[in-house]
C-alpha cells in the first residue's frame, strides 16, 4: 500500500504528535509497505529519507502552547506536488484542523482520507468559529480517528461526527530493554517535557521540590527537555538548586535509560492533553508513574491502577505523593509490574493493525465505489437498463 502521512508540526521541534508519526511511518515501513511523511521542516533539518519537507513553519499560539505551522500559498503548491507524486492508496492527515499542511490536503487530496484528531480542547474558540471553514474540508474525510475518549469528545462538540478511539502508539520492547545508567539511579525523580511550557507543569513540580527535599534528602530530580534552566530554578530556595539535575534535550536512547533509571517519573501536567504518551513510555520501561489527575492521564494509568495521581496544579498534594512513594519500595514494585502489563495494549503491534484496518477499510470502500461508477457508466453507454 502507498500511504501518505501529513504532519502539521515541525519535524525540527520534538513532540508527542510528531513522534507518534514516525513511529507509525516506521512500523509501516517494516510491513513492506511505502510511506512518505509531508511536514515542516527548516532547511538545516536532517530528515529521515522517508520525510519530505514543505519549508520551514512559523510559531502559531495554539492549545495553550506554541505549535510551529506551516500555511501559505507556497506551502499549498508543494502539498499538491507531493500528491500527485505520491499516487497514495490512502493519505492520513493529523490534525486536520488546525491552520497548517493537514487543512490543506483535506482541500487539495482525492481520494481515500484517513484524519487523526490528538487535541483535547472543550473551549477551543478557534474551532468553533473556524466550523464553517473546516466543514467543507473535513467532509473529504473517508475515516476519523481519535486517540482518546477526550480527543473524541472535542471532535464531537465542535465539528460534529464521530470517530474511532485508537491510541498513541509506542514500541514497548525499546524501552523495555534500555539499559539502566547508574549515575541517574538512586532515589531519583523524573521529569521530561519542554522546561518553558507552562502546561508541562514543571513549575508545579519545584513549588513541591523543597517539601519532598525535606523529607528526602538524598533525593534530586533530574529535568529533560529544552527551555531556560535558570528561569526554572529561580524560585527554588539556592541550597537546593544543586538537587536538581538539567540534562537538555536527550536521544530518544537516553530517555528510555532515563525511565528504566528513576525510582519515580512524575508528570505534573496542568492540562491540554488529550492522551499522554510519556505516561505509555514510562510504564513501559518500568518506571512508577505519579500524574496530575487529568481526564485523559486517569484513563491512560488505567483509573489510577497503572500509576498513582494526584491533584491538579496541588504541590502539596504531588509532595505528599511522592515522598509516600519514595518510601515504599513495595507500592513502586507493585505499580512497576501493572504498569509493564497494561502498557502492552499500546504497543505498535496493536496499535498499528488497528490503524492499517482502518486504511483497509476505506481504500477497499472507495475501490467498491469506483467500480460501481464504472459499471454505472458502462451501463449509461451502452443504454443497458440497471438489474
Request: aromatic letters at 8%; proline letters at 6%.
Amino acid at each position: 500500500m502507498r500511504i501518505g502521512i501529513v504532519c502539521p508540526y515541525s519535524w525540527d521541534v520534538p513532540g508527542g504528535v510528531q513522534f507518534h508519526i514516525r513511529d507509525l511511518a516506521e512500523y509501516f515501513l517494516r510491513l513492506g509497505h511505502e510511506v512518505s511523511v509531508l511536514a515542516p521542516a527548516d532547511d538545516d533539518t536532517p530528515l529521515p529519507p522517508y520525510v519530505v519537507s514543505a519549508g520551514r513553519a512559523v510559531p502559531v499560539p495554539y492549545n495553550g502552547s506554541v505549535a510551529r505551522l506551516n500555511f501559505g500559498f507556497l506551502s499549498a503548491a508543494r502539498v499538491r506536488r507531493w500528491l500527485h507524486e505520491g499516487a497514495f492508496d490512502v493519505v492520513h492527515i493529523h490534525e486536520p484542523t488546525s491552520p497548517s499542511l493537514g487543512l490543506l490536503t483535506c482541500w487539495a487530496a482525492s481520494g481515500p482520507i484517513v484524519a487523526t484528531f490528538h487535541t483535547s480542547n472543550p473551549r477551543s474558540r478557534a474551532m468553533i468559529a473556524a466550523y464553517a471553514i473546516l466543514q467543507a474540508a473535513l467532509e473529504k474525510i473517508s475515516a476519523r480517528i481519535a486517540v482518546s475518549e477526550y480527543a473524541r469528545r472535542t471532535l464531537v462538540e465542535h465539528l460534529g461526527g464521530d470517530a474511532v478511539v485508537i491510541p498513541n502508539g509506542v514500541d514497548v520492547d525499546f524501552f523495555a530493554r534500555a539499559e539502566p545508567k547508574p549515575q541517574w539511579q538512586g532515589d531519583t525523580i523524573g521529569f521530561i517535557g519542554r522546561i518553558d511550557e507552562p502546561r508541562k507543569g514543571l513549575p508545579v513540580l519545584m513549588r513541591a521540590l523543597p517539601r519532598i527535599l525535606a523529607e528526602r534528602p538524598g533525593a534530586r530530580l533530574l529535568v529533560a527537555g529544552r527551555g531556560d534552566e535558570e528561569a526554572a530554578v529561580e524560585d527554588l530556595p539556592k541550597e537546593l538548586r544543586s538537587r536538581v539535575e538539567f540534562l537538555g534535550m536527550i536521544s530518544d536512547e537516553d530517555k528510555a535509560r532515563l525511565l528504566r533509571s528513576v525510582d519515580l517519573y512524575v508528570a505534573p501536567n496542568t492540562g491540554g492533553e488529550s492522551f499522554g504518551i510519556i505516561l505509555v513510555e514510562a510504564m513501559s520501561a518500568g518506571a512508577p508513574v505519579l500524574a496530575s489527575d487529568l481526564d485523559a492521564f486517569v484513563q491512560v494509568l488505567d483509573q489510577g491502577q497503572a500509576g498513582e495521581v494526584f491533584t491538579n496544579e496541588d504541590a502539596d498534594a504531588l509532595a505528599e505523593a511522592a515522598v509516600r512513594l519514595l518510601r515504599d519500595p513495595a507500592r513502586r514494585t507493585a505499580l512497576r509490574e501493572r504498569g509493564s502489563a497494561h502498557v502492552r495494549r499500546f504497543d505498535w503491534s496493536t496499535v498499528g493493525a488497528d490503524i492499517l484496518s482502518v486504511y483497509e477499510t476505506v481504500t477497499a470502500g472507495a475501490a467498491a465505489v469506483a467500480a460501481d461508477e464504472r459499471t454505472t457508466g458502462l451501463r449509461a453507454r451502452f443504454g443497458l437498463a440497471r438489474d
